[in-house]
C-alpha cells in the first residue's frame, strides 16, 4: 500500500503509523518503507528522518534504516533538488530492490511518499512511478482545510490517470475546532470512489495507538 498525499504537511506519517498500528493489532506482520525523505537528520550512523524511523518503530520487525528509508536527504526541500544538491540520481531500480528485500519479511507492506503525488523524483520521474513500479494500491491522506476538496479531486483523478488504484483515504483535520470539517469529509465522502478509512481529528500527541482508534483498516485487507 502506498501513502499520499493531497500536499506536504498533512499527515502522511501520522496516518500511515497509525494504520500499521492497527494492522499489527489484527496479528498481520507489517512492514514499511520512505524511499526518499527530506529534512534529514545528520547522526553518528548517517543522516535519519523522523518519519522514517516512526514507520520504521510500527513495523513488526525492525527494518535496516537503508532499506527502510534508501534515499535520506539533508535539506528539507523537494527531494530531487536535495539529490541535485548532493550529487545524487535517484534511482528507481534501488528503490525497488530494497523494497523486495523488506517485502519478504512482511504480510502487509505500508510504502509513504513524500509530498504530493507529482513531487518530482529527476527530470523523467516522479512520486507517482514508485506505487505505479511496486504495484501498490493507494491510500490517499486528506489534510482538512480550506481547498483540501480541489485537492483531493484532483489527487484522486491523477491516481487513476496513471494507473494505480485508489482503495480508501483517510480525512486528517489539520486544525482542532475545524467549522468547515464535517461538510467537508462530506463532499469527499460523495465524490471519492473509495472508501473512507477514518477521521483523524487534530491531537497533540498523535501516537499511532491513539491514530488507529480513528482507523478502519479492513478494505485493505479484503482485496
Given at each position: ?83 541535485q ?11 525497488q ?41 493507494v ?6 482545510r ?78
Amino acid at each position: 500500500m502506498f501513502i499520499a498525499g493531497t500536499d506536504t504537511e498533512v499527515g502522511k506519517t501520522v496516518v500511515a503509523a497509525g494504520l500499521m498500528h492497527a494492522l499489527r493489532a489484527r496479528g498481520v506482520r507489517v512492514g514499511a518503507m520512505k524511499p526518499v525523505a527530506a529534512g534529514c537528520e545528520r547522526t553518528e550512523q548517517g543522516f535519519r528522518n523522523p518519519d522514517a524511523r516512526t514507520l520504521g518503530a510500527q513495523c513488526t520487525e525492525a527494518p535496516p534504516y537503508e532499506l527502510l528509508n534508501p534515499y535520506a536527504l539533508e535539506p528539507p526541500i523537494a527531494p530531487h533538488l536535495a539529490a541535485q544538491a548532493r550529487g545524487l540520481r535517484l534511482s528507481l531500480t534501488l528503490i525497488q530492490q530494497a523494497y523486495a528485500a523488506l517485502r519478504s519479511e512482511a504480510d502487509f507492506m505500508v510504502v509513504e511518499g513524500a509530498g504530493g503525488w507529482r513531487v518530482p523524483l529527476d527530470g523523467h520521474y516522479d512520486m507517482a512511478d514508485i506505487p505505479r513500479l511496486l504495484g501498490l494500491p493507494v491510500v490517499l491522506v486528506v489534510g482538512v482545510r480550506l481547498g483540501c476538496i480541489s485537492h483531493a479531486l484532483l489527487s484522486a483523478e491523477a491516481i487513476a490517470a496513471d494507473g494505480c488504484r485508489l482503495v480508501g483515504w483517510v480525512a486528517n483535520v489539520l486544525e482542532p475546532g475545524e467549522a468547515g470539517a464535517p461538510a467537508q469529509i462530506d463532499t469527499l465522502r460523495r465524490r471519492l470512489v473509495a472508501p473512507l478509512l477514518g477521521v483523524v481529528e487534530r491531537l497533540t500527541t498523535p501516537a499511532p495507538a491513539l491514530v488507529a482508534q480513528a482507523l478502519d483498516p479492513t478494505p485493505l485487507l479484503s482485496g
